[in-house]
């Protein structure tokens, strides 16, 4: 396996593979969530290139890009054991010559970002779009796969890659849990004991609506009031109910293609976490 933080490298290396490649983009310190990514990439694909970024461009002000782990020595460590072919892992400065407020973004349309997580963090998808989009180009991947963790990121992502004509496969992945429920991420490194215990009641809200509305019931406000009960010690920012398909709001009863979303802040370290559930029966 090659660690490479360089372009010029990057597609040197890409030149003299041979059969498909596949690719995960990652922000890096990973995790079981990641891996799941890169085992099915390493399965589907001759070649896996997975990247580790803290892409700038899609943090806003007073977020954490500064404080976001990194860990290159132990992800390059799971990407090698995993089969992964190149890990590339550039500095800033290669991404964006030192020149990342005058870049050309792609700026998915307002009525997919201006909902959900890109409410509270504008630009966001506009940074991650356009980081995935270079991604795509410098790896010239055939596959690349993405987490339904981020399910608004994958929906724009796919939206992108159809709008655009990107010649590329979106591979939607699971969501991967704790054996508790918690849905795993880079951020809950920051958690204290006692967040770790309040976090979990985000999956146990989503877990308890999916059962709710297979037992019968599907009235939105009612299944909305049982999330913020269970969820009492959380700021939570949004629990929305959305088309899985079309990403539209439903107002009044969920179905069996209605994706809850929820994001929330823990008390101590404000640490936003999201997560989601499909609830087809
Ligand atoms: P990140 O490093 O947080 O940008 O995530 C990189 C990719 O891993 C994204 O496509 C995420 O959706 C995916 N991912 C992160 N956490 C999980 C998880 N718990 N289960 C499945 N995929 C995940």
Same mark, same amino acid.
């Given at each position: ?25 990652? &922000? ?16 589907? +694909? ?6 580790? #970024? ?158 709710? #509305?297979?037992?019968?019931? +599907?009235?939105?406000? +009612? ?7 269970? &969820? ?50």
């Amino acid at each position: 396996m090659k660690i490479i933080d360089n372009i010029k490298e990057l597609k040197e290396e890409i030149s003299k593979l041979n059969g498909t490649i596949g690719l995960v983009p990652t &922000m890096g310190a990973l995790h079981n969530g990641h891996k799941s990514l890169i085992e099915k990439a390493v399965e589907e +694909n001759d070649n896996v290139v997975v990247s580790v #970024f803290v892409n700038p461009i899609q943090f806003g002000a007073g977020e954490d890009l500064d404080k976001y782990p990194r860990q290159l020595a132990e992800d390059a460590k799971l990407c090698q054991d995993a089969g992964v072919k190149i890990v590339f892992a550039p500095k800033v400065s290669e991404m964006y010559s030192d020149n990342k407020d005058n870049l050309t973004l792609i700026c998915p349309p307002y009525d997919a970002v201006n909902k959900l997580c890109g409410k509270s963090r504008p630009g966001h998808f506009d940074g991650v779009c356009s980081v995935v989009a270079k991604l795509f180009n410098l790896t010239k991947a055939k596959k690349a796969y993405f987490g339904q963790k981020d399910a608004q990121q994958l929906f724009i992502i796919e939206k992108m890659v159809k709008d655009l004509n990107f010649d590329i496969d979106i591979i939607p992945c699971p969501i991967v849990r704790e054996d508790d429920g918690l849905a795993l991420s880079s951020r809950n490194k920051y958690l204290t004991e006692k967040e770790r215990k309040i976090a979990l009641s985000i999956s146990k809200a989503l877990l308890n609506t999916k059962k709710l #509305f297979n037992s019968g019931i +599907n009235d939105i406000k +009612n299944l909305t009031d049982t999330c913020l009960e269970i &969820m009492s010690e959380l700021d939570v920012e949004y629990i929305e109910f959305v088309d899985r398909n079309s990403f539209e709001f439903k107002q009044e009863e969920a179905d069996n293609d209605t994706l809850v979303l929820i994001a929330a802040r823990t008390p101590e370290t404000h640490t936003r976490l999201i997560d989601n559930i499909v609830l087809c029966k």
